[in-house]
């Protein structure tokens, strides 16, 4: 396939000028097209005399349009794909730039998956010296992977699949024009993202866990010219095209229209507050805030937001089989194999860096997120001198919970142990470890009406504050975890 880089600028020829040259100097190379919208500031020169430079030279790869007014951002854009000869289209604001090897990646991950319409990859935001503030997290497994089609609405409902600014992504011409192309009604406010909800009707969307582009922010972006309730007033209307479109499987999952609006509601009154802007923010919550379903949904988003994608790496498979070749005695054949996806599970939630293969900081709560299944057979020994319930053998024997809290606290001693020899920082004291397993399954005890056996459970446990901190942060994982399995995210690039 060949790809056709769009540059949309007005006014801004130095910033202009590095977008450019990120352009043609991709490794594969690609057309460039300059769309200007009728600048004032010499850029109609500076491209006509490179493009003159480079033609001399045998090289007709950037091409420039200037439109004959002053037309807004969306439909710049639409002039500028109206000229492109490319097969896919990367759009580029002039103030964003791409990595030398954007182009290449997305092709590679593109040519996989042929049902593809459009692509997104991670961005780091710079500011305006070209220092590196932040970047978007991961969103998926591997190195690139893909939605299929009848997924991504419901995912885009959710915020469960963030396609990104124009920097981020690519797209099918043919779609683009089949979906309407930009709509000025949206111009430089979201007239992006209705673009994106309108191309992924047409075919399945590729992501790869690349930062191949990078963002500016400064005060003169676009989106700066917009008040927080035309910001909020056009993300609604966003959320209800979403809404319309989520496919009919998911209907019986998806949020009421009204819920997601007094959810948005709240979110920009936050925004509000932090501005300054407290009339605004009364206004605006006003009457989500009495909502409980709404709350509910920003709880979910922020804590969905907190903390990126953590895909399962080849060195846990490592890591978990070194576990078993020290504790040989405590598994069978038939619970090796159960046993082992489940400390995948745990192990997965290390944090790899893709920079320094080595492991990263540890927060042991993810460490401890095991499964409410019992993964070793009741016959195994009970642990109770780990934890003292004043609870009898026979107690043991025959209630469930406590067996199962039993079977959890001797994983957790062998992992505690295993984890020591590879990470010895940040690791909590074994009885606050302790306690939180005996919370967990006090929270089993009493959501199964065991009122009584969630008291024993939970005694004293009940009184160590870090212990409650590593379970709150435990709920969040859990969470986090089952929100990413909503929807299919198939592997197409491994790590």
């Known amino acids: 396939m060949n790809f056709s880089v769009v540059i949309t600028t007005y006014n801004r020829l130095d910033l202009l000028k590095r977008a450019i040259e990120s352009?043609?100097?991709q490794t594969v190379a690609c057309e460039t097209i300059v769309a200007d919208d009728c600048s004032t500031d010499g850029t109609q020169e500076y491209v006509t005399r490179l493009q003159e430079s480079m033609r001399k030279q045998g090289d007709d790869r950037l091409i420039y349009h200037r439109n004959a007014?002053?037309?807004?951002?969306?439909?710049?854009?639409?002039?500028?794909v109206k000229m492109a000869r490319g097969e896919w289209i990367k759009p580029l604001d002039d103030d964003d730039y791409l990595a030398q090897n954007c182009i290449e990646e997305m092709s590679q991950a593109i040519a996989l998956r042929p049902q593809a319409v459009i692509c997104s990859c991670q961005a780091a935001q710079v500011d305006a010296q070209e220092v590196e503030l932040s970047c978007t997290p991961k969103t998926g497994p591997g190195k690139a992977f893909y939605i299929p089609q009848e997924d991504i609405h419901y995912g885009m409902l959710?915020?469960?699949?963030?396609?990104?600014?124009?920097?981020?992504?690519?797209f099918r011409k043919n779609i683009f024009w089949q979906a309407g192309g930009w709509d000025s009604r949206f111009d430089g406010n979201c007239d992006d993202i209705d673009s994106w909800i309108k191309i992924a009707q047409f075919g399945d969307a590729v992501f790869l866990n690349q930062c191949l582009s990078y963002r500016t922010i400064w005060p003169g972006a676009y989106n700066h010219r917009f008040s927080v309730q035309k910001r909020m007033?056009?993300?609604?209307?966003?959320k209800q095209k979403i809404h319309t479109l989520v496919n009919q499987k998911y209907h019986d999952d998806r949020p009421e229209i009204k819920d997601v609006r007094d959810y948005l509601k709240l979110h920009w009154s936050f925004v509000s507050l932090k501005q300054g802007q407290f009339l605004s923010t009364i206004v605006t919550a006003f009457p989500a805030i009495f909502s409980f379903t709404a709350w509910k949904l920003l709880v979910k988003a922020i804590l969905f937001r907190h903390k990126p994608w953590t895909a399962q790496n080849k060195l846990f498979a490592k890591y978990a089989d070194e576990l078993f070749s020290q504790s040989p005695e405590l598994l069978n054949s038939e619970q090796k194999w159960r046993t082992h996806h489940n400390?995948?599970?745990?192990?997965?939630?290390?944090?790899v860096s893709e920079r320094r293969p080595m492991?990263?900081?540890?927060?042991?709560?993810?460490?401890?997120?095991?499964?409410?299944?019992?993964i070793f057979s009741s016959e195994h020994r009970p642990i109770s001198k780990y934890v003292d319930r004043n609870r009898d053998k026979s107690e043991n024997r025959h209630n469930k919970i406590a067996l199962?809290?039993?079977?959890?606290?001797?994983?957790l001693d062998n992992l505690y142990q295993f984890i020591q020899t590879h990470q010895k920082?940040?690791?909590?004291?074994?009885?606050?470890v302790r306690a939180y397993i005996q919370l967990r399954w006090s929270w089993a005890a009493i959501k199964q009406k065991k009122l009584i056996s969630g008291i024993k459970i939970a005694f004293p446990a009940i009184f160590s504050i870090p212990a409650w901190r590593i379970f709150f942060a435990a709920i969040e994982s859990d969470y986090r975890e089952k929100r990413h399995n909503k929807i299919r995210k198939l592997v197409l690039i491994d790590d």
């Open 69 to 80: 007014s002053n037309l807004g951002h969306s439909l710049t854009m639409n002039a500028g």
């Open 404 to 411: 199962q809290l039993d079977t959890n606290i001797n994983i």
């Open 343 to 351: 400390i995948l599970d745990v192990l997965k939630d290390f944090q």
């Open 23 to 25: 352009a043609l100097s």
């Open 233 to 238: 007033d056009t993300n609604i209307l966003m």
């Open 158 to 170: 959710l915020e469960m699949v963030p396609f990104g600014t124009p920097v981020q992504v690519a």
């Open 359 to 374: 492991l990263k900081k540890i927060k042991f709560w993810h460490i401890l997120k095991l499964k409410s299944q019992v």
């Open 425 to 432: 920082e940040n690791l909590p004291q074994v009885k606050v």
